[in-house]
């Protein structure tokens, strides 16, 4: 799931995690059949299988297209907000030219303020169309439940299954947003600190005779404050912090998706089918069956 880089705090977590629980939008493969392994009747001699995946990929399809469609909107909304503008626009004025770090961090921190409300009008397009992309899913399969007769055992073990991945990546989306958002807050001195000696050296170098010697002063000065950022002790131990969070949620993750295959094989005696020819966040859906 993807999302462009925001330079506020504000609806990150929200809108990020999002955008991480919803998928990303490939081609369609040419196989119009699913991987299986528990049933012959899923070969190509199926032409009710056939024709409910078939339509269950154009649905897929149509979802995704909604999805970036509304997210599309939602952020062109924000980008041409009067109030978004002016405050990016005060906030880029000092942060591009000051050379102090408190002035550059109280910049960042009034435009936050001042965009509150056209973020929270933007998280909640993401939030209405994340729940739109969930419900034109959950549709989308059971209609190919219903389609190809799976039993009603598989039929609510897919809908557990679904649930049960659907919750562990947003738990781990949540979980990566809240590391970065931590390490930023962490690390926010640090950060105006650097950025306040690049404008300087800039500054140094546009009031120069701009020749070679100048030049290499500037580069000079700018890997100076890329390296005492990196080697300072608050950043050190913030991007350890956010590190380990990020392996502990990655490791929480894994054990959530195994246990949910777990138990979809033990209430169906098969592990979840994989479909081919649909986006990888879906190729996954639980959906075996077993005809009565």
Request: charged share 15%.
């Amino acid at each position: 799931m993807k999302t462009p880089i925001r330079r506020t705090a504000v609806g990150v977590a929200a809108g990020l995690a999002i955008l991480l629980a919803a998928p990303a939008i490939p081609a369609m493969a040419a196989n119009n059949h699913p991987s299986h392994g528990h049933s012959s009747w899923h070969e190509n001699n199926n032409p009710a299988q056939s024709a409910a995946l078939t339509a269950l990929k154009a649905a897929v399809k149509t979802a995704n297209e909604n999805y970036a469609t509304a997210l599309k909107n939602a952020r062109s909304t924000f980008n041409a907000d009067a109030t978004v503008i002016a405050a990016k626009a005060a906030r880029d004025l000092i942060v591009k030219s000051s050379t102090d770090a408190n002035a550059i961090m109280a910049a960042n921190d009034a435009y936050v303020i001042a965009i509150a409300v056209p973020q929270a009008t933007k998280d909640a397009a993401y939030e209405a169309a994340t729940t739109a992309w969930n419900t034109a899913i959950d549709t989308a399969l059971a209609a190919y439940d219903v389609a190809v007769a799976t039993s009603p055992t598989d039929a609510a073990a897919n809908v557990t299954y679904r649930n049960a991945v659907r919750s562990a990546r947003t738990t781990y989306a949540a979980s990566m947003k809240s590391a970065n958002t931590t390490f930023k807050s962490a690390t926010s001195l640090a950060r105006a600190t650097r950025r306040a000696a690049v404008n300087s050296a800039l500054a140094t170098y546009n009031a120069s005779t701009k020749d070679a010697a100048a030049a290499l002063a500037y580069r000079t000065a700018v890997d100076a404050a890329k390296a005492a950022y990196k080697a300072d002790a608050t950043v050190v131990a913030a991007e350890a912090a956010r590190t380990a969070a990020k392996t502990a949620a990655s490791t929480t993750l894994h054990t959530s998706l195994t246990d949910a295959r777990t138990a979809y094989k033990t209430a169906t005696g098969h592990e979840p089918t994989r479909f081919s020819g649909l986006p990888k966040g879906l190729r996954d859906l639980g959906a075996g069956h077993k005809h009565d």
